[in-house]
């Protein structure tokens, strides 16, 4: 896992790793089926360590794998006190109290039983196994390299972007500051005090930083007037932004389950169709130029190809209702291992070789500030 | 190629302006010094060259002010972007993107230049700065050295020709800060790039400077000429020019190879005349307020602290040196247990720093952090000094006389942010000491501050001394070193290089070393008033 098998260290294109993410997320979306499920973020897993860059960035998918075990846990939790208890293996039995009819029926303890148990555990499996995906992405793809990408006509909508992201890891360094300072004036460092103490100062200091941040970006040239005026450039935006929210709700109805399929296609053409107008059109008027963009090649073909194909996979497993996409959890049954999605897993797999490896660069640690307790 | 035509400029909700009636011309190719006391309206000035004062502040601006023909109150920031780069006093509060290779980039494309000519700037540039070894790293991993280089590399590869720095070289070590002013003076040089910057280390620019500009503040008259004319009768003055005004040399040097020709004289007349010792009198005992045995810090791979051991003993005033990221802030807060030894021990006491919680924290070690606004929080001074008592557990008022004593000027009613760098830090210093820490440790006490604030620090320190109090202090400042501190312990990499007496150590390294070390060696004398009190003697 050294070496990539067809270009020299460079950064892949931050989209193909995104078109690969949700394509994986895609097909967590279509099985219930806690192995295949498993399965999706091992392979996300085994990628993301293949080939994550030692960033800040790079280091949130462990945040995502902790985040997917929280959603399971609550998610259970949730069944366990007001999911109605159906099946016949009681696990354990308590005192329930039904609420009055007003309320929706909604019934606050009783029994549990293990088929009811099972049901919200593959349903915050498949859950945390998305977010795991969409966690993958994050860590594999510069968010700045990606706002690079983003096209002349969202340009100022990039840049707020890049404002908010600036701010919080603002926000983290000046909690730690604000902790620092409190406990050099022998104040305590947690409790629901410090944090009400530290609040105010903090917001004050992450603020003041955004503003001298625009004024930065403004003296270095950022939102030049260009060749065409300020209402053009607004009536591109507002196509832009159009298309991409049709194209997202057709995306939307193709891979979510139970969304009539008839209004996804359409939907998608339209609004792809209506993006890329903008987007030409606003390129030839841009006043702005990129360094060293990202090419588009033969790597980022492979990325996002088994992205496509791992949902695909899934899709038609889907279509033809092949047996073991769904594990029925009433009764319980051992999860089988359906051939077509296990192909398309295994495809999934292939970035860990396919994707060019980093270019070396010397990164010392960060130094963190600790404060005690 | 910067004209300021009878410019006055009023903040908004201020009664009085901030710079009434400059009248100023820089021509082209020039390195402008701008000095002034802190608030006096260095940073307004600076700042209304590429009209971030008032497009972005608002306040008012009469008069007019061109910059190569262009008027900035019809040309906002933005469309002088090409033409004026403006360095923030804060490199980390201005970047963009989040490579050093992508930084230096940004205002390229802000700008629309086409790519092949960006990527050969970017490389020009990377090599002028000497950033090529830098160019894939994270900012947020960059020294404060190399983020002020990358800092002006990146204002300076869309080749503006007029470059604007506020306070270039106060985050910065001796050895930093000379490669910063030797980048400068190559593009003032070679690329004709005129240079207008705001410094308070008068030692460590003066000589670079072909124009001193001096905003006095409070209204009065905006003062231009050469540097010989200017440090003639500057109430502010280098060291070099103040011995140089002692023992009556003209010209008056600006350099220290200039004073040193000049020199031979005096150090006849200092030959065989002791130098004068440097322990505060009377304070001095053994009793140690803080231990370190075998310190060693580490932040994952990266060990900050290597086995460190020295002891801290009342009536010393320690000054702790060496380049951005040698473990001086590190070893600062170890001291007050802002972090985990991984190896060896801090002992104040006989207890680990760790262990001392809240209040009996702040009654044996106070820490002055290096931002000193970290440690306030309320919206007034008064509230901030009634917090500090509550929190010291000390009598009302306790902190409200400290400060009347180490800045009587401050108002009650006062916003803690609208006070200069100097107060502020005479604030910080209030706070920490009305819990009456016998060791006080202070970060980097001089960023920003101008003469007059440094000499009454100077003041308070030795007092502080004289009481019995124990005192750390990180410092780039050289010349502070000399003047203060009883004891100097040089850092390197995490290990003490050196340790001992301030005149062994300073002398022992031309990094280290006073400017009037360097003028009368190999003579023992640090500072200035040394060389006074000498010479009174010497005469009467």
């Known amino acids: 896992m050294t070496g990539s098998l067809f270009t020299l260290p460079r950064w892949l294109h931050p989209a193909a790793w995104w078109v690969w993410a949700l394509g994986l997320a895609a097909a967590a979306s279509r099985t219930t089926n806690p192995l295949l499920l498993s399965l999706i973020i091992a392979v996300a897993a085994l990628v993301v360590f293949a080939r994550k860059p030692d960033a800040p960035w790079g280091r949130s998918f462990i945040f995502f794998l902790r985040l997917g075990v929280a959603v399971i846990v609550i998610r259970v939790g949730v069944q366990l006190i007001f999911g109605a208890a159906f099946g016949t293996t009681v696990l354990l039995q308590l005192p329930g109290v039904a609420l009055p009819s007003w309320l929706a029926g909604v019934r606050l303890g009783g029994d549990i039983t293990f088929e009811s148990v099972l049901l919200a555990f593959y349903d915050g499996l498949r859950l945390a196994t998305i977010l795991i995906c969409v966690g993958a992405a994050n860590s594999l793809a510069s968010p700045s390299r990606l706002l690079k990408s983003v096209p002349a006509a969202l340009y100022e909508f990039g840049v707020s972007v890049v404002v908010a992201m600036t701010f919080t890891p603002q926000l983290v360094a000046d909690v730690d500051r604000v902790r620092t300072a409190r406990r050099l004036r022998g104040r305590p460092t947690r409790g629901v005090r410090a944090i009400a103490g530290a609040a105010m100062p903090v917001f004050e200091g992450a603020l003041e930083k955004s503003v001298t941040l625009a004024a930065a970006m403004d003296s270095r040239g950022y939102g030049r007037r260009g060749a065409i005026s300020a209402a053009q450039r607004r009536l591109n935006s507002v196509l832009l932004l159009t298309g991409l929210v049709a194209a997202c709700i057709g995306t939307y109805a193709l891979i979510a389950a139970g969304s009539p399929a008839a209004l996804g296609l359409p939907m998608l053409v339209v609004g792809v169709s209506v993006c890329i107008t903008s987007i030409t059109w606003s390129a030839r008027t841009a006043v702005r130029t990129r360094y060293r963009p990202d090419p588009w090649a033969l790597p980022e073909n492979l990325v996002a190809g088994a992205g496509v194909l791992v949902a695909l996979s899934f899709l038609a497993a889907n279509w033809v209702a092949m047996p073991g996409l769904a594990t029925p959890s009433n009764p319980p049954t051992w999860p089988a291992l359906p051939l077509l999605p296990l192909l398309g897993l295994l495809i999934a797999a292939t970035p860990a070789l396919t994707a060019p490896t980093l270019p070396r660069t010397i990164v010392g640690e960060l130094p963190r500030i600790g404060v005690p307790s | ?540």
């Open chain 2, 1 to 540: 190629m910067i004209n300021f035509e009878c410019v006055s400029i009023t903040y908004p909700g201020a009664t009085e302006p901030v710079l009434t009636e400059v009248n100023l011309q820089i021509p082209e190719g020039e390195l402008v010094l701008v000095v002034g006391r802190t608030g006096s309206g260095k940073t307004t000035l600076l700042r209304a060259i590429n009209g971030l004062v008032p497009h972005f502040t608002g306040g008012t601006l009469t008069g007019r002010i061109l910059v190569d023909g262009r008027d900035t109150a019809t040309n906002p920031p933005r469309e002088l972007a090409d033409l004026v780069g403006v360095v923030p006093q804060d490199p980390m509060s201005g970047f963009v993107a989040d490579t050093v290779e992508e930084e230096l980039a940004y205002g390229m494309e802000c700008l629309g230049l086409a790519p092949d000519v960006m990527r050969r700037r970017v490389e020009e540039t990377l090599d002028l700065l000497g950033l090529v070894d830098l160019r894939n790293r994270p900012l947020l991993s960059l020294s404060a050295g190399q983020r002020q280089r990358v800092a002006i590399g990146s204002v300076l590869a869309s080749h503006p020709t007029v470059l604007v720095l506020d306070e270039p070289t106060s985050a910065l070590d001796p050895g930093a800060a000379e490669d910063v002013l030797a980048a400068l003076q190559r593009l003032v040089h070679d690329l004709n790039v005129t240079v207008v910057m705001a410094e308070h280390r008068l030692e460590r620019v003066v000589q670079y400077a072909d124009r001193i500009v001096i905003v006095p503040g409070d209204g009065e008259p905006i003062i231009s000429g050469t540097p010989s004319e200017m440090m003639g009768n500057s109430p502010i003055a280098p060291p070099v020019v103040e011995l140089g005004r002692l023992a009556g040399w003209q010209p008056l040097p600006l350099t220290v190879r200039d004073a040193r020709r000049a020199a031979g004289p005096l150090r006849e007349l200092l030959t065989g005349h002791a130098a004068p010792l440097r322990i505060i009198k009377g304070a001095r005992d053994a009793t140690p307020l803080i231990v370190t045995d075998k310190l060693t810090v580490r932040y994952g791979a990266v060990v900050a602290l290597k086995n460190v051991s020295t002891t801290i003993t009342r009536g010393e005033i320690v000054a702790l040196m060496g380049r951005n990221g040698a473990g001086k802030s590190t070893l600062l807060s170890t001291m007050v247990g802002l972090r985990l030894a991984s190896a060896g021990v801090v002992r104040t006491n006989g207890k680990d720093p760790r262990e001392i919680k809240g209040p009996e924290l702040v009654h044996s070690v106070g820490l002055v952090p290096q931002d000193p606004g970290d440690l306030l929080e309320a919206s007034t001074v008064a509230g901030e000094c009634r917090s500090s008592d509550h929190d010291a557990n000390a009598e009302l008022g306790t902190t409200r006389a400290l400060l009347a004593l180490l800045a009587p000027e401050v108002m009650d009613g006062t916003h803690p942010r609208d006070l200069s760098e100097g107060q502020r830090l005479l604030l910080a210093l209030a706070i920490v000491l009305a819990a009456r820490p016998p060791l006080l440790l202070l970060d980097e006490p001089t960023r920003g501050l101008d003469y007059p604030t440094k000499a009454r620090l100077v003041k308070i320190l030795r007092e502080l001394a004289a009481t019995g109090h124990g005192v750390v202090l990180a410092t780039h400042d050289v010349e502070l070193a000399a003047e203060v501190a009883t004891r100097v312990i040089v850092l390197a990499e995490g290990e003490v290089v050196a340790d001992g007496p301030t005149h062994e150590v300073v002398l022992a390294s031309p990094m280290f070393a006073p400017q009037v070390a360097k003028i009368l060696a190999p003579e023992d004398w640090l500072t200035v008033s040394e060389v006074r009190a000498a010479m009174i003697e010497q005469v009467g």
